[in-house]
């Protein structure tokens, strides 16, 4: 590992919060090592700073005479070159830690990531392994000017408009180790999508995280800000997550069956159900702030309950091809955090697993049971959720649904003061 280190200048730490965004301390090179087994200190309420910067959180949890710590204890395994930042002269590299209390080094149990590899080890005690991938989407405003409004949609003219951005961004994600597959204008105002390659367990979630965070940083380093929120202007910014379940015995994929109608196998219609069964509670996980529920309950997007192979407005789509069968779940915002999602689709779909529930129908659609129309009301369904409570721990649960009940809370006191 120090031979890693010694290209580098300096080396960022950083932990995902809640909301997804790195935080942490960045270490001149010089220092690393003695960085390696103690981590960099943290405040610990970081995971839960809220999206207008104020701190939020459990109080309970935070309560001491003195600011209570926490560290960033690194994977170097995760080491990547952020070649975006510094220049030719300095070298930095990030690498990607998980959170700890420092009083007596007991994990803090609302670490996005950490609550990604629990679900992903219980996963692996059922003798599966998690195949999955993310399809991000996001807007792009100029200088201030936002784009036309007129469908774009898969049109290469818009890329090459602004290539000087989206050529450097793959260039550079492909250096830090996230794998662009595909990237593509879409139909709404200023909306591009880029198909991140799938892979195995926590990666697929820390490149989606490296993504997300590492095109914020080049947006300001190349004027032009990027956003994803759904706002009406826009449309909706999605991030479906593509997964596959496979048998850690055989390397099969459990999700397909050639001889079942649409090759979806009896395993994959009891982890289907599982989703089916915790929607309305997984909306809070998938759509995390007030404004993602701008892009539900329209046409062509998700908002009654139900999958389909087929319908662009169902919840979840089963795909199948010769390579096997997947499931897109269409559910997530923009603004979800690539490790929660992750974990609370492997607790939902491992409930169905575990109890073997029953799959309805694919295209049955039922007026009275519909996604939460608000985040207020998504969360009360994960109050009321109490398998997923028990499948992601109480801490977390608690941390999540104070830290969005107060981005709601902040948000709607922007929006009335905006008016006024």
């Known amino acids: 590992m120090s031979d890693h280190i010694n290209k580098y200048d300096y080396v960022r730490f950083s932990v995902a919060d809640i909301h997804g965004r790195s935080r942490g301390r960045v270490v001149p090179a010089r220092h690393v090592k003695s960085c390696l087994e103690t981590g960099v200190t943290l405040y610990a309420g970081s995971l839960s700073i809220g999206l207008h910067g104020e701190k939020v959180g459990p109080s309970e949890k935070l ?4 600011m209570p710590k926490a560290y960033a204890l690194p994977d170097f395994s995760t080491l990547y070159n952020v070649s975006w930042c510094g220049n030719d002269d300095i070298k930095v590299a990030e690498v990607i830690c998980e959170s700890y209390w420092l009083k007596d080094g007991s994990a803090q149990l609302a670490c996005p990531r950490y609550v990604a590899r629990q679900q992903l080890e219980r996963l692996t005690n059922h003798g599966f392994s998690l195949f999955s991938g993310y399809e991000v989407e996001f807007t792009l405003t100029q200088a201030g000017i936002p784009y036309p409004l007129e469908p774009d949609y898969m049109r290469h003219r818009l890329v090459s408009k602004h290539d000087s951005f989206l050529f450097y961004l793959e260039k550079h994600m492909h250096q830090a180790g996230v794998d662009i597959g595909s990237f593509h204008s879409e139909g709404d105002a200023g909306l591009f999508e880029m198909v991140l390659q799938p892979s195995c367990g926590i990666k697929s979630a820390d490149s989606c995280i490296t993504f997300k965070n590492g095109i914020l940083e ?5 004027d032009y800000l990027v956003s994803f929120n759904s706002m009406q ?3 909706g910014v999605g991030m479906h997550f593509n997964h596959s379940l496979w048998s ?8 397909h069956d050639p001889d079942s109608d649409h090759g979806l196998s009896t395993f994959g219609r009891y982890w289907l159900a599982g989703l089916m069964k915790h929607a309305k509670a997984l909306c809070a996980f998938f759509c995390p702030t007030s404004n993602c529920y701008d892009r539900l309950h329209k046409p062509n997007l998700p908002g009654l309950i139900y999958w389909s192979t087929d319908k662009r407005s169902a919840c979840v789509k089963v795909k199948s091809v010769d390579a096997g069968t997947y499931i897109e779940n269409r559910i997530p915002s923009g603004m979800s955090n690539p490790y929660i999602t992750l974990a609370a689709t492997i607790a939902a ?4 697993i575990v109890k073997k529930l029953e799959c309805p129908a694919p295209d049955k659609s039922v007026l009275t049971n519909a996604l939460p129309h608000t985040l207020l009301e998504a969360l009360s369904e994960l ?4 398998d997923m409570i028990h499948s992601l721990g109480e801490d977390f649960i608690h941390w999540f649904v104070c830290t969005m009940k107060t981005d709601s809370e902040a948000s709607c006191r922007v929006a009335s003061l905006n008016r006024d």
Do not use: M
């Open 218 to 222: 080049i947006g300001d380093k190349k």
């Open 63 to 66: 309560k001491d005479d003195r």
């Open 383 to 386: 109050q009321a959720d109490t």
């Open 349 to 352: 779909g491992l409930d169905g």
């Open 233 to 235: 202007e826009c449309g």
């Open 248 to 255: 850690l015995c055989g390397g099969v994929n459990v999700f």
